[in-house]
């Protein structure tokens, strides 16, 4: 009774664990090295409530090591060196397991400690995390592991946990019936967002707070599960490696012109009220994908911007909504990134040059003696305000950084440049 209920129902064997079918299934290799008990370090990533701990307990038990648990967030390397020192004990003759939650909390020397004993085999390192192991876990521990990732668990997969729950729960009402509605195991399972624990911990809290009737049937209704449930819980971290997802998925859904992807992505971010990112990566996209193919997009954006930030959230989604929708529907052309990155690209390869005399500044005294400004053909002088000189150092004169897209305002430039220079 006084153990958390997500503790109480955790699986016991790998047939019991809902989903993760794509490392667990049949003839999959996580559940080939698990069920033979020959277990090697490995490192399991994905969103919390999706089955890291419960996994690595399983493979624990198999694997006849003794087993030692330790969380990041409040461990360090005395704690690391209490596990290694029982090396060669009795209780330790088999080796020894160990579990490490949280890993990404472990700065580098932390971690290195973990080197010597894990690359000899007499401890078997697990650690899980919840962010991405390739920015946050130092690379010779991930060079001496395998990486699993763990994902969301489907809604099925929720409702399956919390009907199971919901069985061992009615173990702690004697003398009452337990009853769920069908409609409030569902919200249940919907709002945990693939998040197991999170579903458990709702049901739970419904079945202590339902009220029995006379009949002494305790039913918890879809109203009920709604207040135990809020909100739907969402995996949105502003400085991990989820929040460059969304920003990504975004701005590539903008780029292929889905304006429902475009605001399914804009919702979630609306949801985390993340304006500044928001606003940030909008600006960016008017001018990389969309640019010159429609160069007001960038100023109606600025202006859809700016009303968002003076407004604030919850009227700030639709000024966003506006521009996401200006965006993915726009012309896309990426001829203004492609030719500063061009620009930039040489002058790292190939250099600056000298700026041509003709073009120097020839402000100043002296400026004729060193023949600055001489030969300067002042374009407005000309026909048409052009004419043809040299503007590129002598290094770089015959580079091509500009190439015109092949949309409607970029194909009126290359007809109009036609016209001049014939």
């Given amino acids: 009774m006084n153990r958390p209920l997500a503790d109480r129902i955790r699986p016991r064997s790998l047939d019991e664990v809902e989903g993760q079918r794509h490392i667990l299934g049949e003839g999959k290799v996580l559940r080939r090295a698990i069920e033979s008990g020959r277990i090697g370090n490995m490192i399991f990533h994905g969103p919390s409530g999706t089955g890291k701990t419960t996994v690595a307990n399983i493979a624990a038990a198999s694997s006849n090591r003794k087993f030692h648990k330790l969380n990041a967030t409040n461990a360090g390397v005395s704690d690391v060196k209490a596990v290694i020192a029982e090396l060669g004990g009795f209780s330790a003759q088999n080796g020894i397991l160990l579990y490490l939650d949280e890993i990404q909390n472990f700065n580098k020397k932390q971690q290195q400690s973990l080197l010597e004993v894990i690359e000899t085999g007499d401890v078997v390192l697990i650690a899980s995390t919840a962010e991405n192991p390739y920015f946050y876990v130092y690379n010779a521990i991930l060079s001496r592991s395998a990486v699993f990732e763990f994902k969301p668990l489907t809604k099925d997969d929720i409702e399956k946990t919390v009907r199971r729950a919901i069985e061992v729960l009615k173990g702690d009402f004697p003398g009452y019936t337990l009853v769920f509605e069908d409609s409030a195991t569902e919200h249940i399972a919907v709002m945990a967002n693939g998040d197991a624990r999170r579903a458990v911990n709702a049901t739970e809290l419904c079945a202590y707070t339902a009220v029995p009737d006379e009949k002494n ?65 909008l ?140």
């Avoid at 991990?240 to 979630?268: E, V, W």
């Avoid at 954006?301 to 909504?321: H, M, N, Q, T, Y």
């Avoid at 290094?395 to 001049?420: A, C, M, Q, V």
């Fill in 217 to 281: 049937v305790i039913t918890v209704s879809l109203d009920l599960a709604e207040q135990a449930s809020q909100k739907k819980a969402m995996t949105y971290d502003r400085l991990g490696d989820n929040h460059y997802d969304i920003l990504s998925a975004f701005q590539k859904s903008i780029r292929g012109s889905d304006p429902d992807a475009s605001l399914h992505y804009l919702a979630r971010l609306v949801a985390a009220e993340d304006l500044p990112s928001i606003c940030r990566r």
């Fill in 283 to 422: 600006m960016v996209i008017a001018s990389e994908d969309v640019g010159l193919a429609y160069p007001l997009a960038v100023t109606i954006v600025k202006s859809c911007v700016d009303c968002a930030l003076a407004l604030g959230f919850p009227e700030a989604r639709i000024p966003l909504a506006e521009a996401v929708i200006l965006l993915a529907t726009a012309p896309k052309s990426n001829s203004v990134v492609r030719g500063i990155d061009a620009a930039m690209g040489d002058i790292e390869s190939i250099g600056v040059g000298e700026v041509p005399d003709h073009l120097r500044d020839s402000h100043y005294d002296g400026a004729k003696k060193l023949g600055r400004g001489e030969g300067y053909k002042y374009p407005h002088d000309f026909p048409n305000n052009y004419v043809m000189q040299q503007y590129l150092p002598d290094i770089l004169k015959d580079r091509k950084y500009y190439t015109p897209g092949e949309n409607k305002f970029e194909e009126s430039l290359k007809e109009y440049w036609r016209r001049i220079l014939t």
